[in-house]
T-cell receptor
Framework: EAGVAQSPRYKIIEKRQSVAFWCNPISGHATLYWYQQILGQGPKLLIQFQNNGVVDDSQLPKDRFSAERLKGVDSTLKIQPAKLEDSAVYLC????????????FGEGSWLTVV | AQRVTQPEKLLSVFKGAPVELKCNYSYSGSPELFWYVQYSRQRLQLLLRHISRESIKGFTADLNKGETSFHLKKPFAQEEDSAMYYCALIGGAQKLVFGQGTRLTINP
């Protein structure tokens, strides 16, 4: 089966600019996750969707980050305005149901804010 | 609060030697624990989970509730085991929380 697809793979922007990342989960996977991984750290969950509803967004910096999952399939994560500390890899992942099921990760979108 | 601690950022062993990657967790209930692995230029992927009690690629991990640990072990390391390893936990909030990761290097 096709894996989790993400784009763009790499992005360099200046601080205060905006950026958007796109994710297409594995077909049939109801749960979609966005993780932020800063260099040298483990992935940190930003937001978790179950179909098109938000299950958890407690660690999403809502003043600058937003995410949506229209029609319960694809998802976009937006950052506006970006800060230097947003430089990280943004990982999208999906699973069939609850988080206890195997979670499949995409290759990640590498963001550098200068 | 759920927390996962991997005390070693780097671990280097020789091929054929035993490997143990440490993981300690903090959670008051009964957690689900996992090890994820990321090989060079590959995606992060599940290696094993404690409820399966299985051995994957020669690796095993036992949940020790008394010591709140879930160490990953392999009796004889192979060069292809070199990778980044993450311990992760799911608690009551049904969200997967990762540790900081341990970079394992197997020397020939």
């Amino acid at each position: 089966e096709a894996g989790v697809a993400q784009s763009p793979r790499y992005k360099i922007i200046e601080k205060r600019q905006s950026v958007a990342f796109w994710c297409n989960p594995i077909s049939g996977h109801a749960t979609l996750y966005w993780y932020q991984q800063i260099l040298g750290q483990g992935p940190k969950l930003l937001i978790q969707f179950q179909n098109n509803g938000v299950v958890d967004d407690s660690q999403l910096p809502k003043d600058r980050f937003s995410a949506e999952r229209l029609k319960g399939v694809d998802s976009t994560l937006k950052i506006q305005p970006a800060k230097l500390e947003d430089s990280a890899v943004y990982l999208c992942a999906s699973s069939r149901g609850r988080a206890g099921n195997t979670i499949y990760f995409g290759e990640g979108s590498w963001l550098t804010v200068v | 609060a759920q927390r996962v601690t991997q005390p070693e950022k780097l671990l280097s062993v020789f091929k054929g030697a035993p490997v143990e990657l440490k993981c300690n967790y903090s959670y008051s209930g009964s957690p689900e624990l996992f090890w994820y692995v990321q090989y060079s230029r590959q995606r992060l992927q599940l290696l094993l989970r404690h409820i399966s009690r299985e051995s994957i690629k020669g690796f095993t991990a036992d949940l020790n509730k008394g010591e709140t640990s879930f160490h990953l072990k392999k009796p004889f390391a192979q060069e292809e085991d070199s990778a980044m390893y993450y311990c992760a936990l799911i608690g009551g909030a049904q969200k997967l929380v990762f540790g900081q990761g341990t970079r394992l290097t197997i020397n020939p």
